[in-house]
Structures are given as C-alpha cells and as structure tokens.
C-alpha cells in the first residue's frame, strides 16, 4: 500500500501563490507517475497536472498551464505542486494521486492511490 499525505493548502488572495506537497509513505512504485487532481463544490474531479517518477515528463491542464509548476524531490518522496497567478477559480479540494501504469496519466481512473486533499481557497 501507498499512503499519500497532502498539505499546503490554505485560504489566499487572487494573485497569490501556494506550494502544496505531496508525501508518500509505505510502498512507492520507481518509474510511476504522480499526479494532482482537483475538486471544486458539485463539479467532478479534474485533472491538473502530473510528473513521472524522473521529473523529465509532465503534463498539465490548460486552465494551469503557465502558472502551476509541478515538481519532486525523489530523495523525500515528496512531490510538489507550485501555484502562482491564483484565480477564485482555482478554489477546490486538491488531491495526489499515484499510478501503477507507466508514464504520465490523466484520467482519474488510471490512478490506483489517493490522498485526502487538502483545501485551497482563493478569495477575489
């Protein structure tokens, strides 16, 4: 079993920035993905950005492109998700998750562990 454990989140003005963190624990996978996903009040889980496990290969969102980064530092098991340019509409629940398949993955059912999100609220 993988175990996920996020932070980072927290109430920010529009415009501001907040770096969550994604700590992994238990069996990690080399060579898997991990991703970040989002869930705002009565919307599905969307997509947000994703890293495979070299750090060479990612992937996001085109509602973040330009102003999330993500990143990790394999030595901590911990992957990062770095948000500049906030939008009130970047408010959501965030989630990491961990695939079992190879390379980077965008759909939430390719994802075998989740954590148990964190809160990000973005004021205007």
């Known amino acids: 079993q993988v175990q996920l454990v996020e932070s980072g989140g927290g109430l920010v003005q529009a415009g501001g920035s907040l770096r969550l963190s994604c700590a992994a624990s238990g069996r990690t996978f080399s060579d898997h993905a991990t991703g970040w996903f989002r869930q705002a009040p009565g919307k599905e889980r969307e997509f947000v950005a994703a890293?495979?496990?070299?750090?060479?290969?990612?992937s996001y969102a085109d509602s973040v492109k330009g102003r999330f980064t993500v990143s990790r530092d394999n030595a901590k098991n911990t992957v990062y998700l770095q948000m500049n340019s906030l939008k009130p509409e970047d408010t959501a629940v965030y989630y990491c998750a961990v695939t079992r398949i190879l390379g980077v993955r965008i759909e939430r059912y390719e994802y075998d562990y989740w954590g148990q999100g964190t809160q990000v609220t973005v004021s205007s």
């Open positions: 890293i495979t496990w070299s750090g060479r290969t990612t």
